[in-house]
């Protein structure tokens, strides 16, 4: 059976203006004037081809038509709460399905979602290793992505966009060029890889010297597998979670977001 269209802004603005009996409360509940209230009960009048309220010497009043279906709107009002509550009954699980990239997983991530579900014991995680999954269709909670900015998503930096070129100590002459750092055109690469996993694992292998982000590096520098052979210095490019809009509304996405903000060095 076909669905009447219900012209459910003006039945709002018609529940909100019964119970106050009284445009201007009614506008200032809703945070509209006045004037935008009394155009929405006449619309609504012409939809619904009744007279919804009477003014008379005491203010203003239901009619009969109105006061008949009020209860029953009000009703449909609560149930509609409580779908919206039912399908919000989800942010509160404990589940989430992260797309990472592996390295950054292994060099920064992993460490600090221990520290995450050692707080909170109930947390379960699937991780997605194409970080450029699509949201829908692999049904993520969040992405953490090598990138110059968020774009169309919602995000936040979790690492400082920086770049160093580094080599293993007794490394073969030559570069390793990757997508998001390719070597100069003048320049013939020793060694092409696809990701920043497999740069960082021919760096460290010592296959030629590899342009990476800091926060990969950075444990390898300090245990001597690697030496820095310039920067570190800025990049446009840095590690962000991002994630749709309606995903930083979730309970459990801003609880995760929180965390890993709170493990960021202060400034």
């Known amino acids: ?33 006045p004037a935008a209230v009394g155009q929405q009960i006449r619309a609504l009048e012409d939809v619904l081809g009744v007279v919804l309220f009477r003014r008379t010497s005491k203010g203003l009043e239901l009619t009969d038509e ?26 509160a699980s404990s589940r989430y399905t992260i797309a990472v990239p592996r390295e950054f997983y292994a060099q920064w991530l992993a460490p600090r979602l221990a520290r995450f ?22 049904n993520l909670d969040v ?6 900015g968020p774009g169309d998503l919602e995000g936040v930096q979790l690492s400082p966009a920086q770049k160093v070129t580094v080599a293993a100590p007794d490394a073969a002459d030559g570069w390793i060029s990757w997508p998001t750092y ?54 446009r490019h840095a590690y962000w979670l991002v994630a749709p809009r309606p995903q930083w509304r979730q309970k459990k996405v801003k609880a995760l977001v929180d965390h890993l ?3 960021l060095p202060a400034d």
């Open 1 to 33: 059976m076909k669905r009447t269209h219900l012209p459910l802004n003006a039945l709002r603005v018609f529940d909100a203006a019964a119970r106050h009996l009284s445009f201007t409360r009614a506008a200032d509940e809703l945070a509209v004037t």
């Open 66 to 91: 109105a006061s008949l279906g009020l209860d029953s709107l009000r009703e449909g009002f609560l149930r509609f709460e409580e779908s919206v509550q039912a399908m919000q009954a989800g942010q």
């Open 117 to 138: 579900r050692a707080a909170n014991p109930d947390v379960r995680f699937q991780l997605i290793a194409d970080e450029d999954a699509d949201f829908t269709e692999a």
């Open 143 to 148: 992405a953490i992505r090598l990138i110059e």
């Open 182 to 235: 390719p070597t100069d055109q003048e320049q013939d690469a020793a060694l092409a890889v696809g990701n920043a996993g497999q740069a960082l694992s021919s760096a460290i292998a010592g296959l030629g010297q590899a342009t990476m982000p800091l926060p990969l590096v950075e444990e390898a520098l300090e245990d001597g597998r690697l030496v820095a052979l310039a920067g570190p210095e800025d990049s």
């Open 261 to 263: 903000l709170g493990q």
